[in-house]
């Protein structure tokens, strides 16, 4: 069934809405997936976006798909191929670093809502003009960072951004304070050093910390 980009917004905004850090996974074995996910969510992170950057990608989304209490998301999504096996994996939304109209009819006729890169002002014009009123802004610091997003607010209020890439503990509140910011994207959460090393409790405390930053 197909979405428009007005729900598909609708979506993607109660999704951020659900906790201030939305953890950005590139996880590589898929046996890891399971309690991965169910100590981000235990942590208070329950929207995760599993990058489609690792050849156990898909797997990952499939073992994490039925995780209580979880919002499974793809990211990293470029091509409608990429749509097509994300949603069959099992994932309930969709995030990408940019937008090109191929993408955004692909997510729109597989009725995967997606949170679209933007990264200048026309950009996210562009977006808005076919109805995407929540977008993700990336590469976030590099881009212009929280200054940049602050300055797209008077002129542009009615987009609500999703910063990542660069976002850490020590600035994510310099975002998550602005008018225009619903939350932010961040790997630190789920380093690969403790996904790796299975350190489950180490990860739920970092997504309890992060889960606690509010505006
Ligand atoms: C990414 O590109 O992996 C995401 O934007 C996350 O970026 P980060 O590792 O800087 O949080």
């Given at each position: 069934?197909?979405?428009?980009?007005?729900?598909?917004?609708?979506?993607?905004?109660?999704?951020?809405?659900?906790?201030?850090?939305?953890?950005?996974?590139?996880?590589?074995?898929?046996?890891?997936?399971?309690?991965?996910?169910?100590?981000?969510v235990?942590g208070?992170?329950?929207?995760?976006?599993?990058?489609?950057?690792?050849?156990?990608?898909?797997?990952?989304?499939?073992?994490?798909?039925?995780?209580?209490?979880?919002?499974?998301?793809?990211?990293?999504?470029?091509?409608?191929?990429?749509?097509?096996?994300?949603?069959?994996a099992?994932?309930?939304?969709?995030?990408?670093?940019?937008?090109?109209?191929?993408?955004?009819?692909?997510?729109?006729?597989?009725?995967?809502?997606?949170?679209?890169?933007?990264?200048?002002?026309?950009?996210?014009?562009r977006?808005?003009?076919?109805?995407?009123?929540?977008?993700?802004?990336?590469?976030?610091?590099?881009?212009?960072?929280?200054?940049?997003?602050g300055?797209?607010?008077?002129?542009?209020?009615?987009?609500?951004?999703?910063?990542?890439?660069?976002?850490?503990?020590?600035?994510?509140?310099?975002?998550?304070?602005?008018?225009?910011v619903?939350c932010?994207?961040?790997?630190?959460?789920?380093?690969?050093?403790?996904?790796?090393?299975?350190?489950?409790?180490?990860?739920?405390?970092?997504?309890?910390?992060?889960?606690a930053?509010?505006?």
């Open positions: 069934m197909s979405i428009t980009p007005q729900d598909a917004s609708l979506r993607a905004r109660e999704i951020c809405q659900a906790a201030p850090i939305v953890p950005v996974l590139v996880v590589h074995d898929a046996a890891q997936a399971r309690p991965l996910a169910e100590a981000l235990a208070g992170l329950p929207a995760l976006e599993v990058t489609l950057r690792t050849p156990a990608a898909l797997d990952v989304i499939r073992a994490m798909a039925d995780v209580p209490g979880g919002i499974v998301g793809a990211g990293t999504l470029i091509t409608p191929d990429d749509v097509k096996a994300a949603k069959d099992g994932a309930t939304f969709g995030v990408s670093p940019g937008a090109t109209d191929t993408l955004l009819d692909a997510c729109e006729a597989e009725g995967l809502p997606l949170l679209p890169g933007a990264a200048s002002a026309s950009e996210a014009m977006l808005l003009e076919r109805g995407y009123t929540t977008q993700k802004f990336f590469p976030a610091e590099a881009a212009g960072g929280a200054k940049f997003i300055s797209l607010a008077s002129p542009l209020p009615q987009i609500s951004f999703c910063p990542t890439g660069g976002v850490s503990p020590s600035n994510a509140m310099d975002y998550l304070k602005l008018a225009n619903i932010a994207g961040g790997s630190w959460v789920a380093p690969s050093k403790l996904v790796e090393a299975g350190a489950w409790d180490e990860i739920e405390a970092l997504a309890r910390d992060a889960a930053l509010k505006a």
